[in-house]
């Protein structure tokens, strides 16, 4: 999901200019209800998650902390190895 939100941020900041889309919106749109409504799964907080609707990442791995910003660091940056 973090591959496809990178690539949409990139290519809309091609397409309209480096100052068209941030980091932050483009996460909260990658997280918002309607992508887990278009794959088939619920995003609604009285219903519980399932395995494939929570993704945990470790902002203070060393891989993250090169960027200074490390929710930035979730899109603009390779995951750490």
Request: aromatic share 6%; charged share 20%.
């Amino acid at each position: 999901m973090l591959a496809e939100a990178r690539q949409a941020l990139l290519m809309h900041r091609l397409i309209h200019g480096a100052a068209a889309l941030n980091v932050a919106d483009t996460l909260r749109m990658a997280t918002s209800k309607a992508p887990a409504a278009w794959a088939g799964t619920t995003s609604e907080p009285w219903k519980p998650a399932s395995a494939g609707d929570v993704a945990l990442f470790d902002l203070r791995d060393c891989g993250y902390r090169r960027a200074g910003d490390a929710v930035s660091a979730l899109l603009l940056w390779p995951p750490p190895a």
